[in-house]
């Protein structure tokens, strides 16, 4: 399966226009209405999870939206709100690079952490202890801005817990393109264990910083297999007399049926599962696929019959 993208800005030359020059309405609209036709004729899940009426009903939404004209982020908000809508991890609307604010000390300093309805920093630091519970930023309660940022990020379906992948990578981004670009935050937090609230104004960094705290974050042991490339995708091993392991840590081996990836798993399937027939004393297998982000047809399935 492969991840969708589409550039939106199909009728006219963005390049021409600054970051705060706003489209005119019509020529806007015209883009919608290009951007509608691409997806209804290459997205073959388009109506997987929402009928025709329901997809109807968003662009009614967006054209609404488009009677004055719009700052090329402005656009792009709405176009999120539709591949959000539509619901598939393969969907992803993209900005152009030549819009992305990559200049000043402007970004939310800290990497977080989505842990149930909580968000935790996620660095060692000398301005808010790791750990603490962020309650409000800028006067934006938590959980508001938190669900500002679902549209950035595309899951399947009606998913939403899977959006803390993209959300834990990229919170300062997406708050500077959510809420603009700002050299101060004024934070509100409780620190670890904690309920007491206190405020603190943190400045801004810049987005080299940013990657590098991201590098830098506490959780980096335990998450870091969403964010890298995966070397050694799946293994087997016996753990105890009576007990026997299978990690999977993605389901991206091999694309197809046919692909020689995807046949080497197969018949390391088969082995292990041979292995286990002929020692009936291994009662217990315990499957890993902790921090598994998916992948191809039909690794999973192929993963599954086994098991089954």
């Known amino acids: 399966m492969i991840k969708f993208k589409i550039a939106f800005f199909l009728i006219f030359p963005f390049v021409l226009f600054s970051q705060n020059e706003k489209f005119p309405a019509e ?11 691409i997806r209804e004729k290459a997205n073959s899940g388009i109506y997987k999870y929402r009928t025709k009426k329901q997809i109807d009903s968003i662009y009614n939404w967006a054209f609404l939206q488009l009677k004055n004209p719009r700052k090329v982020v402005d656009f792009y908000k ?20 030549v819009y992305k604010n990559t200049s000043g000390k402007v970004f939310f300093p800290f990497p977080v952490k989505l842990i149930g309805n909580k968000t935790i920093v996620n660095l060692k630091n000398d301005e808010i202890a790791l750990g603490s519970q962020i309650h409000s930023i ?9 669900r500002s940022f679902y549209k950035y990020y595309t899951t399947d379906g009606f998913n939403i817990s899977g959006k803390s992948i993209g959300i834990n990578a990229a919170f300062p981004r997406y708050f500077e393109m959510e809420y603009g670009p700002k ?12 309920t007491e609230k206190l405020s603190k104004t943190i400045a801004g960094i810049s987005n080299e910083q940013r990657k590098e705290n991201f590098k830098k974050r506490h959780s980096f042991p335990s998450d870091s297999l969403f964010y890298t490339n ?8 016996i753990i105890s007399k009576n007990t026997a392991l299978l990690a999977v840590h993605t389901f991206a081996i091999g694309g197809n049926a046919e ?10 399937l088969d082995s292990c599962f041979q292995m286990l027939s002929v020692h009936p004393e291994i009662k217990n297998l315990i499957v890993d696929v902790r921090n598994n982000g998916g992948g191809s047809d039909p690794n999973d399935l192929v993963t599954f019959s086994y098991l089954t």
């Open 138 to 146: 800028n006067g934006i309660e938590i959980n508001k801005i938190v």
């Open 27 to 37: 020529k806007l609209k015209q883009d919608l209405t290009t951007f509608r036709q």
């Open 183 to 194: 050299e101060a935050f004024s934070v509100e937090y409780s620190l670890p264990k904690q």
């Open 78 to 97: 709405i176009i999120l709100q539709i591949t959000n809508f539509e619901g598939s991890v393969h969907n992803n609307t993209t900005l152009p690079d």
């Open 259 to 268: 692909d020689k990836e995807h046949i080497v798993y197969k018949k390391y």
């Open 230 to 237: 995966i070397k050694d995708k799946y293994s087997f091993k």
